[in-house]
Structures are given as structure tokens and as C-alpha cells.
């Protein structure tokens, strides 16, 4: 699956961090918070430039309370040299070079990820010779931008992407690889290490592919299983309390993978913090599966499997599709669901629907329920097939694909996963115009 990479934004308050961050994923925004069960989060957006796509972060909106400028930017540093694969130092224009931006350049100097410089609120051209100084940051030529004008801006990108790894570099792992989300405590290191158990790291099998230090691969009926961003998982700290951090790690982990593993505790009711992180996974069409944890604690009565799954698809309705399973990570219950489960939702993907099949679905749903007038016409469904794609993907050939309906497009779903099943991943219907 294609990997989306990250770009991090950084730079002392009041440079204008937020001022480009928010020109640069300027459209995307409003999509993003028009789905349900995603926040208004400011810290992070999707933006695209040319023929990447790429997810932008604000460093600046990571806070910690009651702490000093120097620790503050410090975990910023930290977070954007462990999470992107560019980042973006933004200085300001106006008010020159200062203490704070060499201490931030310090803390850069660290990495081996590409380091851009941009100098913002250079808002008319200048004497050339008025940027030279900003060469002693060691980032090389400085890009001259001004966010609120819009100068510079595509250059800035440019460069970017030019910066960015290729996607053939980006390589496709041979097995599945999973990310295990969640908020914290849930029980999430509990089950690395109960999934991991002594084998901790192999080294992989298949010459030429890489395994990250912070993934884990796993063994299990003889197939290989790769749990990406563990690391962070195991190590616990201080940062890892951070709500916001937790999220952009998870954000960093379903980019990563190729199936999404939502975890969440079942003694304690369903929280903001469980829909939110759900959003994501939602948001970045991955296929996911729901693990109810902790059902060990569970009181006899409340152990009704099919109510408590009820409950949750309640609260996600967004991910209905998802393939709910309980286990209890401490006491090593359930645990082979976990692997029966994503290779189920491996099937679904790799499942092709023949088109002859998929057209008397499509038929025999229309005659349940014809389609109701919509946009100044009704729509008529001549004929549909899969097409090859990474998530099913159907194209449906029509009169006008204006006159379909959201409710229309959710029944036809509907009857193609109570067809075909599809359990725990997303699928796709691309309406076009018969001609
Ligand atoms: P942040 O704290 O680094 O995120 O900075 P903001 O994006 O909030 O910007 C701080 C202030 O600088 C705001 O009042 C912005 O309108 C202003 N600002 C940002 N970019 C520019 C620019 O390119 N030119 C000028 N003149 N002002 C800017
Ligand atoms: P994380 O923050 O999501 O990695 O959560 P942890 O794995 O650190 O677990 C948080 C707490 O929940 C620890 O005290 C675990 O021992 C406990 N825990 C994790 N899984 C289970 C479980 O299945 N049952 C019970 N009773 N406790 C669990």
C-alpha cells in the first residue's frame, strides 16, 4: 500500500509556523473536518503538491504545560526528527536570527533527515545580500517565503518533494504489516509482548528488504507478521502521556501499515480519545479491525459478546465495516483471532467479484429498492465490475452520477458486503457517466 510521508513544520513561536502550515493544506482542511468522528485537530493535515501526497505537522501545536521554551522545543526537535521524512525550520524575516533559532539548529544538527530552511515574512524583495547570515544555520540557501502573501510558497514545495524519499525506495513489505493504535493503557505493550514473546527481532527471511529497528516481525502457523512502530509502543516515558503525541504516533503507525489494529479497554467505557484515534484509521482508508481488550475483567453478565460488539459499532459508526474481536493480552486469551482475523481481512482484500455476479447484485438491489429521485433526476444503474485496485473498488456505470444519493451509495454498499462480505475493509464506488 502506498505510504504517505510527513513533513514536519518547526521554528520558535510567532515565526509564522501555523501561517504556512495552514497555506499549504489550505483545501484538504475543509474535507478532513467534514468526517465524522475526526477532531479539529490543528497539529496535522494532508496537503499534496505535483504527484505526492503528504501529511503536514505542526510541531508547534505539541505543548507541554509549565514547561520552559528549551524543553518544549526539545520534544518538538524530538518529534519532528522521529516522525517525518522532511523538515521544514522556519525563521522569521521581520525579526532576524536569535538565540532561540541557533539552539533549535542545534538540535537539528542531529538528524539525517533533509533539514529545509525557510526564512518567512520576507515579504518584499530584498537586497540578496540582506539573507546571506542565514547561512551560518548550516541548511545551506534558505528558501525566502511569506506565508500571509503567498510568496515562495511553490518553490518551498518543490523542494520538498524533490527531498522526499521516491516511492520506489518506499519498499512494500512481503507480509502484512500492522499497526497496533490506541490510547494508552489499553494494553497495547502488553500485547507486543505477548504477541513477540522471546522472539523479539528476526532478522528478515527475504534478502533485501529492510526491517525498521522500531518494527517487530512475527512468526505465527508459519507466516510472517510485521508489527510496524513498536518501539514507541514498548518504550514508555514521559512524551507518551501526551495526548497529542499518542495521536501523531498513531497517525505515523496506520501511514505505515497496511491493516490498522484498533485496541481498546473493555472495563472502561468508550471515550473521545478511542472515536478520535478510530477517525484516523477511517480517515486514511485502511482496513481495521476493532480488538476489545481486557475481557478478562469483565464481570460473567457483561460477557455477551454480541452486545458489547453492538456497543462499539454504536460509537464507530463511521467503521462499520470493521471486524470486531475480544481478548485479554495479559492473560494470552484470544490471541490467535488476532492473526485469524487479519487474514480474513486479507482474503477480503484480495477478493475479485466477477463481474456477471456483481451485476445481478446490482440488478437485484435496484429491484429492492429502486433508487429515489435525487438532484433534478433519477438514477439509472446500467452495469458495474471490480476494477484492480488495492481496497475493492467498483466502478458503477450510470445515467448521471450527480443523481446518487449519499443513503443510495450506502444501501448499494450494504448489499455488496452482505453479498460479498468485505468484512474489515473499506471498498470503494466510483459512479461514472455511461456515454
Ligand atoms: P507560529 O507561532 O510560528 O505558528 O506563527 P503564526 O503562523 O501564528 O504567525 C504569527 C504571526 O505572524 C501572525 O500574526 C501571522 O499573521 C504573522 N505572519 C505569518 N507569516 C507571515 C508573513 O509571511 N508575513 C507577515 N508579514 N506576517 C506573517
Ligand atoms: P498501553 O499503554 O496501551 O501499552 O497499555 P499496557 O500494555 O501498558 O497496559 C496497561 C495496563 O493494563 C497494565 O497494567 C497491564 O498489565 C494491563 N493490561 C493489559 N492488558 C490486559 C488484559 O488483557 N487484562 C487485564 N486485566 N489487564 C491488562
New binding site residues.
Partial sequence: MKKKNVIAIIGRPNVGKSSLFNRVIKEKKAIIEDRPGVTRDRIYGSADWLTRDFIVIDTGGITLENATFAKEIKLQAEIAMAEADVIVFVVNHQEGLLPDDEMIAKLLYKTKKPVILAVNKYDRKMNQDETYHYLTLGFGEPFLISSTHGIGIGDLLDEIIHKLPSPKEQDQTPYPSVALI?K???????LINTLTGEQRMIVSPIPGTTIDAVDSLVKYNGKNYLFVDTAG?RRKGKIESLEKYSYLRSLGAINKADFVLLMMDMSEPISDQDTNIGGLAFEAQKPIIIIG??W??LPTEMKDRKRREAEIRAYFKYLRYAKIIFI????KQKIGQIYQAIDDVDASLKRKIQTSIFNEVLNRAQLLNPAPDHNGGRLKIYYGSQVEAYLPTFVIFVNNPDYVHFSYKRFLENQIREQFGFEGVPINLIFRERR
Fill in positions: 490506541g494508552p493503557n489499553v494494553g497495547k505493550s502488553s509502543i481488550n481486557k478478562d475483567l485479554s493480552a495479559l492473560e
